[in-house]
């Protein structure tokens, strides 16, 4: 999947400090927007992604979209469909 434009983006996320293109590959630019949610008002930060023809035609001949989180712990997430941002 390729990360697109995110709809009131607020950071930019590159590479951290520790990344080796060489040996990690290269690590490009993520929008995220940050926002409040519920009544605890706890932080998420949203990105949005694109997926290739290819990943499309995998998704509609039943495939599933994996998510990784560099972390050791699972954090509360989600994962829904968008329009995309207009550009122009």
Known sequence: MIPTKTLGMTHAFSAPENWDADKDGKCGTLEVRMQLVGESRFVELVSTWKPSAEELAVLNAGGVIEI?????????????????????
Not at 73 to 85: I, N, S, W
């Open 68 to 88: 990784a989180l560099a972390q050791a712990t699972q954090c509360v997430m989600r994962a829904y469909v968008v329009e995309p941002v207009k550009e122009g």
